[in-house]
């Protein structure tokens, strides 16, 4: 059993990220933290309840609210991607199960504190603010983690959100510096690989016969996203961004890539944001390049089958 806390600002592509996780029998997610990023705070923390109750789960499964907005700079966000609600502005009733009262940073802190010992899985979504929060006010966490798997950055791909930064990078460049330059064992699924996944209508077809309600909604999640990239960019695929981080979990094997110090401009400029792998086989940062896109969407679809 793989232990987790999944930090993360839904955000559809989040969403289906949790869904996948929560399925996934090999995972015990432990907690779900939210911080702002594709939409505000107060949104993502609504958007982690209503997924966690497609998923059946009540709030034995903490969800935590955390940081409003990015350490230094000004809070940017992502609707344009997500849509005005941030899971697409499909319709859902308003969630049952309540949030934590315990701050997400907080939550991380004593989730990973707790896990000294055994130490878990941290699967980072969002933009880094609430970890570097974190690791900053008790760096003894890090006997508690095993490793990070995130979603960010970008090299060789260019940016998505200005022609060098990754959204979620950009939206707190400061917090992936300090993550990034933590010294934990990180797995980086950034753009240079999520762009080689994307779900095309084949692979939305394969969630769709997949005998599960949360494989539904996961698929309308991503015929949301497919539509709102074409909108915003003229991609008919959306990228698989953030599922891929909980398929690196429980399939490392379809990934691969080299060990890196990642390094993240935080001048400001038009650089500002960008993530600049320095491969070194000796680096902390296992810098993702490659996937098995058709193997990613027979996991997912595995993972949302195992409900039930
Ligand atoms: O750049 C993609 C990332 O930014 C994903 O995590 C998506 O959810 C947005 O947060
Ligand atoms: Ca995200």
Redesign the pocket.
């Known amino acids: 059993m793989i232990n987790a806390l999944i930090d ?7 969403a289906v990220a949790l869904l996948a996780a929560f399925g996934a029998r090999a995972i015990d997610v432990k907690a779900i933290t939210t911080v702002a ?2 939409v505000k705070g107060p949104q993502t923390a609504e958007n982690a309840r209503i997924v966690r109750e497609v998923a059946g789960l009540d709030a034995s499964t903490p969800v935590c609210a955390g940081a409003p907005r990015p350490l230094l700079r000004d809070p940017v966000t ?1 609707e344009d ?2 849509g005005s609600t941030g899971l697409g502005d499909i319709p859902f009733p308003s969630p049952k199960h309540a949030l934590s009262e315990t701050h997400a940073v907080n939550m991380i802190i004593e989730t990973c504190k707790a896990a000294i010992g055994d130490p878990l899985t941290l699967i980072v ?3 880094m603010t609430n970890v570097a929060f974190a690791l900053t006010m008790a760096p003894e966490i890090a006997d508690g983690i095993h490793e990070v798997v995130l ?2 950055g ?1 090299d060789r791909e260019g940016g ?2 200005t022609p060098f930064a ?3 990078v950009f ?1 707190d460049p400061h917090a992936a510096a300090a993550v990034f330059g933590s010294g934990l064992p990180i797995r980086c699924l950034s ?1 240079d690989v ?1 762009h080689g996944v994307r779900a095309t209508p084949q692979r939305l077809d394969l969630l769709r016969v997949v005998e599960s309600a949360q494989a539904q909604v996961a698929a309308q999640f991503l015929e949301a996203s497919c539509k709102l990239e074409f909108s915003a960019k003229g991609d008919r695929d959306a ?1 698989l ?2 599922p891929s981080t909980v398929i690196a979990v429980t399939r490392p094997d379809l990934f691969t890539g080299r060990r890196a110090r990642v390094e993240v401009v935080t001048e400001p400029g038009k650089q500002f944001g960008r993530t600049i792998p320095h491969f070194d086989e000796d680096g902390p940062v296992l810098w993702y390049e490659q996937a098995d896109s058709d193997g990613v969407f027979d996991e997912l679809a595995r993972l949302l089958g195992e409900y039930g």
Request: one cysteine or more; aromatic letters at 6%; a negative charge.
């Open positions: 993360c600002d839904p955000g559809l592509d989040d990023g594709n992502a991607f997500h979504t969002g933009p979603m960010g970008a998505n959100i990754e959204f979620n939206a753009l999520t990228p961004h953030d």
